[in-house]
């Protein structure tokens, strides 16, 4: 890498934190608004 591996693989790895961050915060959405969505459907079912 010609001498520049110390910014590039922390470059990598803050990127693949992100990239790991942005997957946990969406999945923790999804499972919130599909709960959202069940309580809608049952009340609305009642």
């Known amino acids: 890498m010609g001498g520049y ?3 590039v693989w ?5 990127a693949a934190a992100v990239m790991l961050g942005l997957a946990v915060v969406t999945a923790q959405s999804l499972k919130r608004t599909r709960q959202a969505l069940a ?8």
Request: aromatic content about 12%; charged content about 5%; glycine content about 0%.
């Open 5 to 7: 591996a110390a910014y």
């Open 39 to 46: 309580d809608l459907q049952q009340s609305s079912s009642q």
């Open 10 to 14: 922390p470059a990598y790895l803050a």
